[in-house]
């Protein structure tokens, strides 16, 4: 059993930084490509970044030259550098992982952390 435990958000002002971190705990032979997605209210949820196991990344347009996202193998642990917040950033973030066990391949979700911008 894999568990996805994020932490780091909650409210900033407009022009602000947060940073998100998100590790996986429980048996797992490895994680591959992680990545974090946002839902606010009303919408859909939407991808924000994603990286691979090789360091290359992917960022949603209205994310770019803002948010930066990492990853610790050390420590089973993505991060989410969010800088310059803006009030449309507003949403929950959830982190993705897809992470494979003696049971093959699957794709984890963590519980959601929310982000507010607001002032």
């Given at each position: ?10 409210l900033?002002?407009p ?25 606010a ?8 970044a ?20 990492s ?9 989410l ?39």
């Amino acid at each position: 059993q894999v568990q996805l435990v994020e932490s780091g958000g909650g409210l900033v002002q407009p022009g602000g930084s947060l940073r998100l971190s998100c590790a996986a705990s429980g048996s797992r032979i490895s994680i591959d490509a992680v990545g974090w997605y946002r839902q606010a209210p009303g919408k859909q949820r939407e991808l924000v970044a994603v990286i691979t196991t090789g360091g290359s990344t992917n960022y949603a347009d209205s994310v770019k030259g803002r948010f930066t996202i990492s990853r610790d193998n050390a420590k089973n642990t993505v991060y989410l550098q969010m800088n310059s917040l803006k009030p449309e950033d507003t949403a929950v973030y959830y982190c993705t992982m897809l992470v494979t066990t003696h049971g093959g391949p699957y794709t984890y979700w963590g519980q959601g952390t929310q982000v507010t911008v607001s002032s």
